[in-house]
Structures are given as C-alpha cells and as structure tokens.
Antibody
Framework: QVQLRESGPGLVKPSQTLSLSCSVS??????????WTWIRQAPGKGLEWIGF???????YYNPSLRSRLNISLDTSKNRFSLSLTSVTAADTSVYFC????????????WGQGALVTVSS | NFMLTQPHSVSESPGKTVTISCTRS????????VQWYQQRPGNSPTTVIY?????PSGVPDRFSGSIDRSSNSASLTISGLKTEDEADYYC?????????FGGGTKLTVL
C-alpha cells in the first residue's frame, strides 16, 4: 500500500521560504510511471496544482508560482520536497503531496495534507 | 493555458440524480483524460472517476462520468443520491505539462 506523508513547519513568516517534504512508502520515487506532485488548498477554497517532478528530476510548475518555486527529489530517503520563496499570507494553505500516474494524469494517492500558515 | 469551469454549488434530494458539469475553456476536452475527485470536509480528495468514465474499485456504480465534445465539457452524474454523497467535487485534466483543477462544486443532499 502506497502512502505519502507531508512534513515541515506549520508556521512561516512573511518573505521567508516555505519548505515541505513528502516521504513515500510502498513505492520508489525512481519508478518511471509517476509524477510526484504538490497541490495546495487555501482555507475554504479549491485545489490548486503547484507542480510535479518526474523520476528523472525534470519538474513542471504552475506558471503563477514558477518564479518562487522549486521541487526536488531525494532518492536516498525516497522523498521529494517543495520550496516556495518570498511567501505572503496568500500562501497560507493546506499543502498536499500526491502521486500522479504519468500516462493519464490521474492522482491515485494523496497525503493527508499539512497546514502551513504564513504569519508574523 | 486552459481553465475548467464548474458550478459553484448544486443541491438535490436523496434518491434523485444530479449532474455536475466541467467545461474546458480552450482545447479539446477529449484530448486529455478528465478525472473527478470527491473531498469531504477535513479529508484529502479521493478519486470517484478517472480516465473520463472509469470507476475505481470501491466506488459505487451510482457514480458515472462522461465527456461531450459538442459542449467541450465533462460531466459527473450521481444517481440514487445518498446523504453521504454530500461533499465537494473537483474535475481535473492536463495539457502542455500543466495539471488543471476545476474550481469545485459543493453538492448538498437535502
């Protein structure tokens, strides 16, 4: 059974960098069939795709976040990470990591989500 | 890129049938698969329809999906509504290395 779990600070100050990791169990992030994905959901709002990364390390980002965003793989720990710079209150969200099947782009596994609040 | 537009909310009575639409703003809706996710408050989303019209195991056959090229839209239909179906529903598709979600539809079963 594949499981994903987000981890990282729950509170980040404005203008600082938001960093989250997603630990994967039951699958290898080096397998070629999936995109390893970040999605967020602001309080009371809908889902927003942040970006994903392929096993090769190639990443694709939401154009609205691209200038502040980096997604990376850590194959030694079987996890992938998100870094979002220069955060503001608008970045306050529940951040989900997920596994996306590359052929059809179906998201078939979700993490439980991690609330990150941007506040001084 | 493109957008997926859903109604903000729909409501219907138990036992009835409801259809939620998802209209693609540009490009052919049939060019990339559409998925539908259900999200109950406080929970992560789960898939109810994938690849336009496929149901994951465990999802009742009351849930069905379709696409309509004439309106460039996808639809999620839930028949025999139950109170447990009350949730937010999101469509999702993909194009040009961008994954796109619809804005979500709140389904109320009253």
């Amino acid at each position: 059974q594949v499981q994903l779990r987000e981890s990282g600070p729950g509170l980040v100050k404005p203008s600082q960098t938001l960093s989250l990791s997603c630990s994967v169990s039951g699958d290898s992030i080096t397998s070629g069939n999936y995109f390893w994905t970040w999605i967020r959901q602001a309080p009371g709002k809908g889902l927003e795709w942040i970006g994903f990364i392929f096993h090769s390390g190639t990443a694709y980002y939401n154009p609205s976040l691209r200038s502040r965003l980096n997604i990376s793989l850590d194959t030694s720990k079987n996890r992938f990470s998100l870094s979002l710079t220069s955060v503001t209150a608008a970045d306050t969200s529940v951040y989900f990591c997920a596994r996306t099947y590359a052929v059809t782009t179906r998201i078939d596994v979700w993490g439980q989500g991690a609330l990150v609040t941007v506040s001084s | 890129n493109f957008m997926l537009t859903q109604p903000h909310s729909v409501s219907e009575s138990p036992g009835k049938t409801v259809t939620i639409s998802c209209t693609r703003s540009s490009g052919d809706v049939a060019s990339n698969y559409v998925q539908w996710y259900q999200q109950r408050p406080g929970n992560s989303p789960t898939t109810v329809i994938y690849e336009d019209n496929q149901r994951p195991s465990g999802v009742p056959d009351r849930f069905s999906g379709s696409i309509d090229r004439s309106s460039n839209s996808a639809s999620l239909t839930i028949s025999g509504l139950k109170t447990e179906d009350e949730a937010d529903y999101y469509c999702q598709s993909y194009d040009n290395n961008d994954q796109v979600f619809g804005g979500g539809t709140k389904l109320t079963v009253l």
